[in-house]
Structure formats: C-alpha cells, structure tokens
C-alpha cells in the first residue's frame, strides 16, 4: 500500500512538473504571439500613414461638396495591385472565398478615394430613393466607403425646388453626429430632362464635369424608372456621358422584363452599349444579410451539409408577407402581380441558394453556373396547376381593399396574394416539395425560410411528436434559429420533452457589428466592381411558372390582415 502511496506521489508530483513546464510553454508562445501582433499593428500604421500621404497628395479641387465633413475613416488593409490594361489600378483578393464571393477585378480602395465619383439616380423622385437609396448613400459616406469628392445628382423630367427635393428626399436619413446631415446633403443636385433627350443628356455630362473640373472621375448611374425606358437611357449614357477617364458602371433596379422574352430584348438593350462587366442588375434580397449567410450555413458548417438532402429533410418553406396594400403604387403593381413582383424575383433567389448544388468557387460565374443548373430541374407550372392558388385582399373594417386604390385599373384581377409548391428532379431533392407563399395586405411583415426535417423512428419512444425546424428570418430583426427538442426541467421520473428554440439573433450574436441595409451593399459593390452578388447575363430555363394573359383562372377575394395559412385556406379549391 505504502509503495502504492509512493508512486501516486511521484505520478502527482511529475504531473506538477509537467503542468508547470506547459505553462511556461504557454507563456512563452504568448509572448511571441503578443511580439507578432505588435509588430503587425506597427505595419498597418505604417500601411495607413501611407495611404493618408498618398490621399493628402492627390488634387482637391474646391467644388460645392468640399463643405462636406471628413467621414469616419475607415481604411481596409492593403492588398495586392496590378494595372488592368487601361492605367487604372485593380486590386486581386487573396485567401480564401468568402460567402459574398471570391472576386478577382476590384476597384483598388485607395484609387476609388482619391478619384471624383458621382453617382446619378434616374427616378430620384420617388419612393426607393426616399426610402432606400438616399439613406444607403448617406451610410457609405459615414462609413468611409465613398470618396469625399462624391457628388450625387438627381435626374428627373419635371425641374423640382433643389431645397424642398433635397428635405424631402432625405427625410428617411438617420443622422449620425460624426457626419451632419447638411455636410451629406451638400453635395446633392438636381437635374431636369427627358430619358430620350440628347440635349438633356449633354447638359448633363457638362453639370458632372463642372464638379469633376478636369481630373479623373468615375460614375456609377442608377436606373430605377420603368423598363421600358432602359433602352432609351442606356444608350443616351453610352453616347453622350460615358466618363473619359473613369469606369462608368449601371446599377438597374427591377424588374428586369416580365419575363425570358423581355428579359432577353432588355439584356440586348442594354448590351448593345455597355459591357457585362459595366451591367449590375439590381435585386436588392441579394445583398440581405441572411440571404448572404445560406452558403456560410451550408457549406461551413459539418452539420448541415450531410443532411442538406431528401433523406432528411420534408419540406423548405418561403414565405414573403406584407402588412400593408399597394399604397398608391396599385398601377405599378398591377402590371406584375405577387408572383413576378416578389416570388419571381426575392424567394426564387433564396431558393436559388438554399437548394443548389455547391458551386466550384464563389466567383460570380461559378454561382450564376450553378443556379442555372438547378433552374433546369424544376418542373414547370401553370395557374391552372392545383398546387397553385392566387388570392386577391378585400375590404375589412377600416383596412381598405386592393380596389380601393385609386391607381388600380377598374376590375383587375391582379392577384396579390400566391401560393405555389416548386419540385427539383435531383437525387437531392426527389419529392421534397419548396412551398412559396406570398401576399400583402397581410396580417404582419415577415419574411422567413424555414427548413423542416423529417421525424425519426426514435421520436416515438422519446414521446416527441414536434420536428426540428431551421428558420431563417430575412426581415425584421434577422436571426437564425434552430426548433429542436429537449427535456423540460424537473427532479421527477417522469421526463417531458418540448419544442426549444436554439437562437442566434444577429442583435446579440454579433455585438456591436453593422448589419447595415442590403442597398448599402449592392452600392458599395457595385462602385467596387464586384457583381458576386448581381444578377448576371444567364441562358435562363424555360419559364418556371406560365402566366396566363386570359382571365380564365380562380382568384379568390381575401381579408386584409389575413394569415398565410387562413388566406390559402380560403384561395384553396373547394
């Protein structure tokens, strides 16, 4: 016993030794890891120092937008450069993908600074610009995205009252006491003329070179008028305001067409004047930050990939609902409908990533390879399809019907609300149904993709009957969470098991980050060059969802404020 004692001593006492001499080890290797980090932040106050001096170098010339605050200074690190051909310097990412997209063609951060960039917004009168466009501008140039030498025009047909456009169309910015509101405002103005008039567009290229006052400038025009001008507009940017020195690059909001006929006559268009590397067709759910973390939930993590299948998984739903009606928009919104304003466009790009196959890379061609390859397994559809039902919000209480909008055409039959199940023929997705559903005048503004697995033999001898969910919650408050099941405390022997909710809100998971807004993004992008997130010239499938152009197809009259699930009970045939 006593020699027993005695070795467990020694053991104990080698132990010690052992700990002792791997916490030394420990403490070294922090020591050197400090050294390193130290050195490393020496280099990138070295690598900032420069950039200010290279930046302070460059010209400044004293136009209108010089009043401007200094935005927050935000100076990503240095990367690699080279010379594109044209003198202009690109930048070439290094590493490995990221979800937005490994992209090989960026606008150096250092040469987008030190270059005037204006940026035009035809339409800039209307609610996106309030709403969204204005804001997310506001945002960049806070952030330090944008170049101080920025300037942004407003191009509309009627000429408008600078300062009551300016208080209007601005009204939706939250403003941030490190840059005044004023400072951003200053450097907006407006341009009066026609989307076919050559003369208009001459006199705008003259405006853009009176703040760019001979130096080097880029422009990036923003298309939010209807698509039956881009033509016109395209190739009056082409002839008469293309920079000379500069990239000029086109984002175009949607749609782009109604469908694969006008979008191949748009793209044409379009095509005949600009290159596709200059085209940056605009759906802004691409740049959601939930909807850019589906191939980070996919492919980065272990659990999901190998389950992300028909063997597991019973059914994928998206849903896309809206509180309110068509708010005077009734006569845009009736020459699209639910399915080609929002299904077509927001939830047939989720379901683009949540169902595809792995691309080869994260470039922008490799995922538009692989989104085409899916598109070409879903089978077809028809309205007059019984898994396909379309509604239509009435009057209720004091909410007003979808007729009670004055821009609506008398006796439309414009459906508002749709829901509609899609099938893949992969070995993936053999008979897991995608159930897409779609409304305004709902009961709540949501939307979310939920992922629902199948029940396994074990569920029965654990008395659970509830199966596990992810949800993907795009808007509002974005989180991702997973419905799982647990046991309910207790010091009972009778154990209670019910649904819990494993949650990851962006709020508390990500502290203190800046989610941002998706338009953010898609400028930030597209001034960079970087179309991972844009959707490219693509051979597109045959039409998933045939339309009829005849009013020979049920349309059901709901309630405003209804639920999803009511409303397709009530547009489901009886």
């Not at 030394?24 to 020496?42: F, Y």
């Not at 567009?201 to 080097?216: C, F, I, N, P, V």
């Not at 191939?295 to 990939?305: D, G, I, P, T, Y």
């Not at 039959?413 to 997705?429: G, N």
Request: a positive charge.
């Amino acid at each position: 016993m006593l020699s027993k004692l005695t070795s467990r001593g020694r053991t104990a006492k080698e132990r010690a030794k052992a700990d002792s001499q791997t916490l030394r080890e420990v403490m070294e290797a922090n020591a050197v890891g400090v050294a390193a980090l130290a050195a490393r932040v020496a280099q990138l106050e070295a690598e900032l120092k420069t950039t200010k001096a290279a930046l302070a170098a460059a010209p400044v010339a004293a136009a209108p937008m010089e009043k401007a605050a200094s935005p927050v200074s935000v100076v990503p690190r240095r990367l690699p450069t080279r010379e594109d051909g044209q003198g202009n310097t690109k930048m070439t990412v290094t590493g490995a993908p990221c979800p937005q997209g490994q992209v090989t063609d960026l606008t150096d951060h250092a040469t987008l600074q030190a270059m005037p960039l204006s940026v035009v917004i035809f339409g800039a009168t209307g609610d996106l610009a309030k709403k969204k466009l204005f804001p997310a501008l506001y945002q960049l140039c806070l952030l330090g995205h944008l170049p101080r030498n920025l300037r942004i025009i407003g191009y509309g047909r009627k000429a408008v009252d600078l300062d009551a456009f300016v208080s209007k169309q601005c009204a939706n910015i939250k403003e941030d006491p490190r840059l005044p509101k004023a400072s951003f405002t200053d450097r907006i103005s407006f341009h009066a003329g026609g989307y076919d008039a050559a003369d208009s567009y001459t006199a705008l290229d003259a405006l853009l070179k009176s703040y760019e006052q001979g130096r080097g400038a880029n422009r990036l025009f923003f298309l939010s008028v209807p698509p039956t001008i881009f033509g016109a507009v395209t190739e009056m940017i082409s002839m008469h305001v293309r920079s000379a020195s500069g990239f000029t690059r086109l984002m175009i909001e949607k749609p782009f067409g109604r469908d694969s006929p006008t979008f191949d006559a748009l793209n044409a268009l379009t095509s005949r004047h600009f290159s596709e590397s200059q085209l940056f067709r605009l759906d802004h759910y691409l740049g959601k930050e939930v909807i850019l973390n589906i191939a980070s939930l996919r492919w980065a993590n272990q659990v999901f990939e190998p389950t992300w299948n028909a063997k597991h998984i019973e059914s994928v739903q998206l849903t896309f609902k809206e509180d309110l009606g068509t708010g005077g928009r009734g006569g845009y919104f009736d020459g699209f409908g639910i399915i080609r304003d929002i299904i077509q466009n927001h939830l047939l790009q989720a379901f683009m990533w949540l169902a595809m196959e792995p691309p080869t890379s994260m470039t922008g061609d490799a995922i538009t390879e692989a989104k085409v390859a899916l598109l070409s397994k879903v089978a077809t559809l028809s309205l007059d399809d019984s898994e396909v039902f379309l509604g239509q919000f009435g009057r209720h209480g004091e909410d007003g019907g979808y007729h009670d909008d004055e821009t609506v055409p008398a006796g439309s039959r414009c459906a508002t609300f749709a829901s509609l199940v899609l099938k893949v023929d992969t070995p993936r997705w053999k008979g897991v149904p995608f159930l897409f559903t779609a409304g305004k005048g709902m009961d709540e503004r949501v939307c979310e993709l939920r992922v629902r697995y199948r029940k396994l033999p074990t569920n029965k001898m654990m008395g659970v009957d509830s199966q596990n969910e992810l949800v993907m919650r795009v808007q509002p408050d974005e989180a991702i969470y997973m419905i799982a099941s647990a046991k309910e405390p207790g010091i009972t022997a009778e154990q209670i098991r019910k649904p819990v909710v494993m949650d990851m809100k962006y709020a508390t998971q990500f502290k203190g980050a800046y989610v941002g807004d998706a338009y953010e993004r898609m400028f930030l992008n597209a001034a960079r060059g970087d179309q991972a997130l844009y959707r490219l010239r693509i051979p597109l499938p045959p039409t998933i969802l045939t339309l009829r152009t005849d009013d020979c197809y049920r349309l059901t009259t709901y309630c405003a404020a209804i639920s999803c699930a009511a409303c397709t009970c009530v547009c489901m045939p009886k």
